[in-house]
């Protein structure tokens, strides 16, 4: 007869359901803490923690795949930032400096649209002589106006000789710059809505700004011993267009000087 107290045999263990269960599962578990322990004690997760379990081939070094591009974009960022600072200080990549050089000196003359003037043309029965019958400067293009003249003395050019369509916006424009008397000229009318008076028009413009470069070639040659007043000509879209074949903006300038074959666009300076 066996004593109470012995203890029980694998046998007894395992025959009961519930005790075979509970053997075996201290039984993962314990090799479950086996297995931790054992990983945590592996070289290679010792050196890289949270490393997969894809090992690389010994002696090959380790692979950082964004590395060089990272260090491509630096060097790149690097280069520019030399660049821009070795730029020198008076740099004038548009060449505008130039641009308004050749107005002070007489050697260009400036076509100049009228200021911001909402809408197009003017309203029917518009009188030449009655601005409250045509399309007239904003708020913006009297601003826009005076910030013209104030580049214009910016840059030297304190007294012009200052001609100007009879239209009332072009007038406005042309008195709001500030750089001498105005003088209306009819050829800088605008022909927007009497083409017929397109050619005559363009060809008396021509011939205005030819005679006031003629004395800046005699100066320039020595025949003469200074060049004329800057010359502004306040006009419209159409017959800048008509004269250079450019299309400008409201407030722009477009310069324009002699050249082989006649007259040639030098430049065009942006509205403000």
């Not at 029980?8 to 201290?26: I, T, Y």
Request: charged share 20%; net charge positive; glycine share 8%.
């Amino acid at each position: 007869m066996t004593s109470s107290s012995e203890p029980a045999s694998s046998e007894q263990v395992d025959s009961h359901p519930m005790a075979a269960l509970r053997h075996r599962d201290s039984h993962h578990r314990g090799g479950g803490r086996r297995a931790l322990h054992a990983v945590s004690h592996d070289p290679a997760h010792a050196q890289h923690p949270g490393a997969s379990d894809r090992t690389q081939p010994a002696g090959l070094p380790r692979r950082r795949p964004f590395r060089r591009w990272r260090l491509a974009r630096w060097l790149s960022l690097l280069l520019a930032t030399a660049t821009l600072a070795a730029a020198p200080a008076d740099a004038d990549p548009s060449g505008e400096a130039a641009l308004w050089g050749q107005l002070a000196a007489g050697r260009a003359v400036a076509l100049l649209r009228h200021a911001l003037a909402p809408g197009t043309g003017d309203p029917p029965g518009m009188v030449l002589d009655e601005c409250r019958t045509q399309r007239n400067l904003s708020a913006a293009g009297r601003d826009q106006a005076r910030a013209i003249g104030a580049r214009l003395r910016a840059h030297g050019i304190d007294r012009a000789e200052v001609r100007s369509s009879q239209w009332c916006r072009c007038l406005d424009t042309a008195r709001l710059l500030g750089v001498g008397e105005v003088q209306p000229f009819p050829a800088l009318n605008s022909f927007f809505a009497d083409r017929r008076a397109a050619t005559a028009s363009t060809e008396a413009t021509r011939a205005l700004v030819l005679t006031h470069l003629a004395p800046t070639v005699a100066a320039a040659s020595g025949e003469q011993d200074r060049s004329p007043r800057p010359l502004i000509l306040v006009t419209h879209q159409v017959n800048i267009t008509a004269l250079t074949g450019v299309f400008p903006a409201s407030g722009e300038m477009l310069l324009v000087g002699l050249g082989a074959d006649g007259l040639e666009v030098r430049g065009r300076l942006p509205p403000p």
